[in-house]
């Protein structure tokens, strides 16, 4: 005999659109696009970013070939503002909102509803109490009255009925996991908004010199994927002094550095009052909602470089990399392009203080400027800036070069205190320490959205402490009359977890044994 399969119902456009509605907005959907995108954000970690560089991410691909062109099809190098992470991104705030509503409109009516009915049989639950009161206590409906008091203070929402008292609190459980969400919801609003507008740069400034708030005057700059030169603030700020404390006194930590302050002039925008600030270590300066922080410092000599032709080739500071923060030892990297017949590179060491031992080496022994002096190799050569490629300032590129100077060879290596100058051998030029400046590394930030996230992941929190922390229970009473006395039953129910139930049971025991007067178990009136 065969057997007929059932038809199922189709489900139609209207029932497929409705499923997929249904199981996108499940919590459960939720975490896991929450873990997803936490997930899909590794990228961002793992390979350049062409916000943060565009010249660094063809370098890559340049040195990848193979791979390069696949991740960079992939929106590997563009992960933030990929058509993936958006739509991940898109679909848990979708997933959050359909969370939230329903919810959120199922709890209001569920605060509106009274407790639930009293059980028939108390007994049954899992905390069960009965007390019997004497003859001159309270009647039943007394007895009701004073229980629905009782359970107020304990913080139950009651209502009381013929006969029983019904009792239920913890509905800000729910209000904890609501918000919770919302607040999740609010962090991943802002983040977006902070991911669109949101601007950060990077800025070395030498003493006496400035910086105004535009976009050629950055070393580096990450805008937001919505960024407009517009939104800059148009503020500017001079470097007047950069001081340094150093420990003078301990003989451990001698020449450890204590604390450092840049002393700034600040002018707000075109027109403006200028006014004196400072920025320290976590300590930074706003401006018109921009933070600019003190995030390094160091040396810069200042040098003159005159070529063959007796031509200045260069003359200004150079920014000195420190290599050991003990000593504030620092390579300096100096490059002269249109230095005449040759372009002219120079690489070496600034030392703060220098001490030449037996060895014949120099070497700093302190990180102040004691005794500065710059320890130089010279090269002649193509330097190669003409082709256009993109060069390391921090690095001279010896491979089209000719040495002229070092240790290693009969003209020896380049050492200038202050105000020396050194000639060049085959008539290419000279070089002159002329003085030394301090310099800072600022970092530069704005992000319009900062505050809402705080704001949210604060709310966050305390909503995950709420529903964590909170209870729900509810409590039923009931008074009955028997033989002349006011018997109460009471009983006790967790919604979620049972733990500390029993505790719950004894406070309200105790309640009623201090409010009523009550026989004691196995005892009557008379004895």
């Not at 109490?129 to 629905?148: F, H, N």
């Not at 009651?158 to 006969?163: A, F, S, W």
């Not at 302050?261 to 921009?290: F, R, S």
């Not at 010279?378 to 001279?396: A, E």
């Amino acid at each position: 005999m065969s057997t007929k399969q059932p038809t199922l119902p189709k489900l139609g456009f209207v029932g497929t659109m409705r499923f997929i509605w249904t199981q996108l907005t499940s919590m459960r959907t939720a975490l896991m696009l929450l873990l997803l995108l936490a997930v899909a954000a590794v990228p961002g970690s793992l390979f350049p970013q062409r916000r943060a560089g565009a010249d660094i991410v063809e370098t890559w691909i340049d040195d990848n070939p193979t791979i390069g062109p696949i991740l960079d099809f992939l929106g590997m190098f563009d992960v933030y503002s990929s058509v993936w992470f958006s739509a991940i991104y898109l679909m848990l705030f979708v997933s959050l909102v359909g969370c939230l509503w329903p919810r959120g409109r199922q709890h209001l009516k569920t605060l509106r509803q009274p407790p639930a009915r009293t059980p028939r049989n108390l007994k049954r639950l899992p905390e069960y109490g009965q007390l019997v009161l004497e003859s001159d206590g309270p009647t039943p409906k007394e007895a009701l009255v004073d229980a629905e008091k009782i359970l107020k203070k304990s913080g139950y929402r009651t209502e009381l009925r013929d006969g029983s008292v019904g009792a239920e609190r913890g509905y800000f459980r729910e209000v904890g996991n609501i918000l919770f969400h919302f607040g999740l919801l609010g962090v991943i609003v802002f983040m977006g908004i902070g991911g669109l507008f949101k601007y950060e740069g990077q800025k070395i400034i030498v003493e006496g010199d400035g910086f105004a708030n535009n976009l050629v005057s950055y070393d580096s700059f990450t805008p937001g994927t919505a960024f407009s030169e517009d939104r800059l603030s148009p503020f500017s700020i001079q470097l007047d002094d950069f001081d340094v404390v150093y420990d003078r006194e301990s003989e451990t930590h001698y020449g450890q550095a204590l604390d450092y302050t840049a002393a700034m002039q600040v002018t707000p925008g075109p027109g403006e009052e200028t006014y004196q600030d400072a920025i320290k270590v976590n300590d930074p300066l706003t401006i018109d909602g921009v933070r600019i922080f003190l995030v390094g410092n160091g040396y810069a000599p200042n040098i003159t470089v005159r070529d063959g032709n007796d031509d200045i080739a260069y003359s200004g500071p150079v920014i000195a990399q420190i290599q050991d923060p003990n000593t504030n030892s620092s390579l300096v990297v100096l490059k002269a392009p249109d230095a005449k017949p040759e372009q002219l590179g120079f690489v070496g060491m600034f030392l703060p203080t220098s001490y030449t031992g037996d060895d014949g080496v120099a070497v700093s022994i302190d990180p102040d400027a004691f005794n500065p002096e710059l320890i130089l190799n010279s090269y002649y050569g193509d330097l190669g800036l003409d082709d256009g490629t993109p060069q390391n300032v921090y690095v001279l590129d010896t491979d089209r070069m000719t040495e002229l100077n070092s240790r290693n060879n009969d003209a020896g290596g380049i050492t200038l205190g202050v105000g020396d100058t050194h000639e060049l051998p085959d008539d290419m030029g000279s070089i002159t320490f002329d003085s030394w400046d301090r310099y800072v590394g600022l970092d530069i930030h704005y992000d319009p959205s900062k505050w809402g996230v705080g704001f949210f992941s604060a709310l966050a929190l305390v909503a995950l402490v709420m529903s964590l922390y909170i209870r729900r229970r509810r409590a039923w009473v009931k008074a009955t009359e028997q033989d002349g006395r006011t018997v109460i039953e009471y009983g006790l129910l967790a919604r979620g977890e049972a733990f500390g139930l029993r505790d719950e049971n004894i406070k309200l025991r105790q309640s009623f044994d201090t409010t009523w007067p009550v026989i004691p178990p196995n005892t009557s009136e008379d004895t």
